[in-house]
């Protein structure tokens, strides 16, 4: 009875340090959210780094051109010059001056008239940097938007598996189920053979689902920027939050307007245009003036001998001089049509009107496919609604089926029949779910939203 008694405490005491280990591994692991998710992969995206490191330089570039347009440009000078003394050639003076001399000075000058050059550089700058602000935004709306697919398909992917594991318990149930009853006699090996099959075939897809859960879970923990194994991280949700974003109740012409709008190639392409348009103003400043100015002031030290009643006298003197001046400059030789610069300016003419016709291209290009976009989420939703009620229809026929089993109205067969049909329902109402996600929030992305 004692010899019980502490197999059975040993027994206890090992089951409460299995469950604590157990509890420890599960608190061990990290919970990520579609929110948490998010903030994730827009602090590590490397692409979305390097898009703001563009809007940085751009906007160092901006700020060069804006010194050049408003900065004048301040020099200074500075000499010293240490000689040996020398006796003035004067036999009656006697007095020796040394050519020391130190001076310093400071000279201040600016362009004030390049025909526009500067005005057009900065400007076209200004166009630049705005460009680089659109694309980094871009970016990071690509990000989110790819970060909400890549966490709903890894829940697909899991919803895939658990539906499959469900399945396949059932066909273990029902495996055994038939061993029993044929053991007893009432029911032929034929089924029980084809019941052990069922459960059987659906090991190797059950294996593949789990892997590529795994796997497509190992990618997302990775692209959000995290190290950890697959195991360590779980992912909590509910799929069916992706249903709830709806395209806007809008005539398709006025969401077209929309997309126009936002569309970032048409936006970039327009600020290219843009951008050439005052380079080929810059190109052209060669028939305006240029129009400089300077002014300057230095001082200088050295021995003075001045001559006051017949006597000489040696003085350390200083003298100071300023000066301001203008200068006009104009090159005759850029107004000829065939010299560089007036084929430069052309060059970029030719290469404005090019990315215009590119320009009509593109919008036609992007109204066939939002229209095709906008279509294929409209029919995306109608689907989704459509697998919705044959999920709901081939749940409540697998009930059906299984009271009837249970009550020997059906046969094995046609309760596996519901059961696959059941399998097949879930399955496509998870692929629609996703792909109306996918379709709906790439329109929105186009729309701004």
């Not at 959210?33 to 490191?53: C, V």
């Not at 526009?116 to 871009?138: C, G, H, P, S």
Request: hydrophobic share 35%; no cysteine.
């Amino acid at each position: 009875m004692r010899i019980s008694f502490i197999i059975i405490l040993i027994t206890i005491f090992s089951i409460s340090l299995y469950s604590q280990s157990n509890e420890n591994y599960t608190n061990s692991k990290i919970s990520i959210n579609l929110e948490q998710a998010l903030d994730l992969a827009i602090e590590n995206d490397k692409t979305l780094k390097q898009a703001e490191y563009d809007v940085r330089i751009a906007q160092t570039q901006k700020d060069a051109s804006f010194s050049d347009l408003f900065l004048p440009s301040l020099g200074v000078t500075g000499s010293l010059n240490i000689s040996e003394p020398q006796e003035i050639a004067n036999i009656y003076t006697g007095i020796k001056t040394s050519p020391d001399t130190w001076s310093a000075g400071a000279t201040l000058s600016k362009t004030l008239f390049t025909g526009f050059r500067n005005w057009n550089t900065d400007k076209a700058r200004e166009v630049n940097l705005q460009m680089m602000k659109d694309i980094y935004y871009d970016e990071r709306k690509n990000v989110a938007i790819n970060t909400q697919l890549n966490f709903y398909n890894t829940f697909v992917a899991q919803e895939n598996y658990r539906v499959y594991y469900q399945q396949q318990l059932n066909y273990s149930n029902r495996m055994r189920e038939s061993y029993i009853k044929y053991r007893n006699g009432q029911v032929s090996e034929y089924e029980y053979l084809n019941a052990k099959v069922q459960y059987e075939s659906t090991k190797p897809q059950l294996v593949t689902l789990s892997n590529n859960y795994e796997s497509l879970k190992l990618t997302f923990i990775r692209q959000i920027g995290l190290t950890n194994v697959s195991d360590d991280v779980e992912l909590v949700g509910n799929i069916l939050d992706a249903t709830k974003i709806t395209l806007p109740d809008l005539d398709i012409n006025v969401i077209l307007d929309l997309i126009m709008a936002n569309n970032i190639e048409l936006s970039n392409m327009a600020n290219n245009i843009e951008m050439l348009e005052y380079n080929r103003k810059v190109a052209r400043s060669y028939l305006w003036p240029t129009l400089s100015a300077s002014a300057d002031v230095s001082i200088m030290t050295e021995d003075q001998v001045k001559n006051e009643n017949n006597n000489f006298i040696k003085r350390r003197g200083s003298r100071f001089n300023w000066g301001v001046g203008v200068s006009l400059n104009y090159s005759l030789d850029s107004l000829l049509p065939f010299s560089s610069t007036a084929k430069a300016a052309e060059e970029i003419q030719l290469s404005i009107e090019q990315m215009e016709v590119s320009y009509e291209q593109l919008r036609d290009n992007i109204e066939i496919n939002s229209r095709n976009l906008i279509s294929t989420a409209k029919s995306q939703e109608l689907t989704l609604q459509s697998q919705a009620e044959n999920a709901r229809t081939a749940a409540y026929a697998l009930q059906m089926a299984q009271r009837q089993y249970r009550g020997g109205t059906i046969s094995t067969l046609e309760l596996s029949d519901a059961e696959l049909t059941y399998l097949n329902a879930q399955l496509a109402y998870l692929q629609a779910i996703y792909e109306y996600f996918s379709s709906t929030l790439q329109v929105l992305k186009l729309l701004g939203a």
